[in-house]
Every structure is written in C-alpha cells, then in structure tokens.
Nanobody, 115 residues
C-alpha cells in the first residue's frame, strides 16, 4: 500500500519559516519525481517545487530564493524548507510522487501565514 504522509504545517507569522516533510512508503522512492503542490482556498492545485530522481530541482517563480526542496532517499522522505513566508503562501500543501504514468498524493498539510 502506497502512503505519503505530510507533516510540519501550521500557523506562522509573515517572515517566518516552516519545514514540511513527506514520508513515503510502498514505492521505490528513489526512482520517483517528488513534488510539493499548494492549493489556496478557491484556487487550483499548483506545483511549488519539484525534485527528480537525481536531485535536479525546479521552483515556481513565486517561491524562488525562499523555498528549498530536498530529498533523503535513505529515509524515503522529501522536505520543503520554507523561509521568508508571505500571507500568499497560505494553503494546503500536498506531496506527490510521480513515475511515468503512476502518481500518488498525500493527504495534505495546512500552512497559514498571518500578516
């Protein structure tokens, strides 16, 4: 059974930091592209940051220079370090694992940034 379990969300003031974690089981984690997606209220779910199997990374323009995605293949975990948080970073953050036509989502973790 595939499981992606996010943690680390919460309420933080603007300018603060949070570190999200996504623990993965049931798949060959090291082979998968891993992404963090954000869904604000009333909006679509968008890719915030991604990291492939050889740790190449990509970021949405809105988070470049503030967010860092990383992975630990020994722990089957992907992280999202979020610094200099802004109110517009508020939303539910989802972890996704993708390999070819196979994709799996986590349940999401809420991040709320107060002004």
């Amino acid at each position: 059974q595939v499981q992606l379990v996010e943690s680390g969300g919460g309420l933080v003031q603007a300018g603060g930091s949070l570190r999200l974690s996504c623990a993965v089981s049931g798949i060959g984690f090291s082979l998968y592209f891993m992404g963090w997606y954000r869904q604000a209220p009333g909006a679509q779910r968008d890719l915030v940051a991604g990291i492939d199997s050889v740790s190449n990374t990509n970021y949405a323009d809105s988070v470049k220079g503030r967010f860092t995605i990383s992975r630990d293949n020994a722990k089957n975990t992907v992280y999202l370090q979020m610094n200099s948080l802004k109110p517009e970073d508020t939303g539910v953050y989802y972890c996704r694992a993708v390999l070819s036509e196979y994709g799996h989502w986590g349940q999401g973790t809420q991040v709320t940034v107060s002004s």
